[in-house]
Each structure stands twice: as structure tokens, then as C-alpha cells.
């Protein structure tokens, strides 16, 4: 079983910054890519932001040059530096994984349960 848990959310003002984290635990062999969504009220989830196990990264137009996915393989987490923020970021951001539990041949896709920022004065 594993799992992914994150947190670091809250309200904050416009201009301001949050870092989320996004941490996997459980009987992990590998973990592959892995990346943030977020979902605002009214509206589809979106992806924000992915990154390779190499430590690739790719990020939506929206949030290039404020947001930044980084993650630490040897403490099996993921992080999102978010900068900048707007009233249009507020969402419930979640993290997504691909993978391989210890003693099996294939990874699976783990969400985590989400975090909400919300982004007002």
C-alpha cells in the first residue's frame, strides 16, 4: 500500500507565496513521474506542473516564471514553490505519482488527497 500526503496549504494575499509539499509513503520500490493538479471551484482540474524521476520539469503557461516543482528522491517528496500568487490560483492543488510498490513489476497511479490554497485580501 502506498500513499501520497500533502500539505502546506492555506490563504494567503495576493503577491504572496506558499510551498506545498507532497510526500509518499508505504512500501515503495520506485517512484516515477510525478506532478501537481489543481482544481478551482466551477471548473476542470488542470496540471500545473510535472517532474521526472531525473528531475525533468515542465510547467503550464499559466504559472511559468512563479511556480517552480522540484522534488527530493531521498525523502520520497515532491514540492511546488508557488510565487506571485493571484486570486485566480486559489484551487485545491493535488499530487499525483506513478509508482512501483516493493515486490511487484508495475506502477500504479496514487493521488493525494489535496490541499487548499486559497489566494484573497
Known amino acids: 500500500q502506498v500513499q501520497l500526503v500533502e500539505s502546506g496549504g492555506g490563504l494567503v494575499q495576493p503577491g504572496g507565496s506558499l510551498r506545498l509539499s507532497c510526500a509518499a509513503s508505504?512500501?515503495?520500490?520506485?517512484?516515477?513521474?510525478m506532478g501537481w493538479y489543481r482544481q478551482a471551484p466551477g471548473k476542470q482540474r488542470e496540471l500545473v506542473a510535472t517532474?521526472?524521476?531525473?528531475?525533468?520539469?515542465s510547467h503550464a503557461d499559466s504559472v511559468k516564471g512563479r511556480f517552480t516543482i522540484s522534488r527530493d528522491n531521498a525523502k520520497n517528496t515532491m514540492y511546488l514553490q508557488m510565487t506571485s500568487l493571484k486570486p485566480e490560483d486559489t484551487a485545491v492543488y493535488s499530487c499525483?505519482?506513478?509508482?512501483?510498490?516493493?515486490?511487484?513489476?508495475?506502477?500504479?497511479?496514487?493521488w493525494g488527497q489535496g490541499t487548499l490554497v486559497t489566494v484573497s485580501s
Open positions: 499525483n505519482a506513478m509508482i512501483r510498490p516493493r515486490g511487484t513489476f508495475r506502477s500504479v497511479e496514487v
Open positions: 508505504g512500501t515503495i520500490f520506485v517512484i516515477n513521474d
Open positions: 517532474i521526472t524521476s531525473g528531475g525533468s520539469t
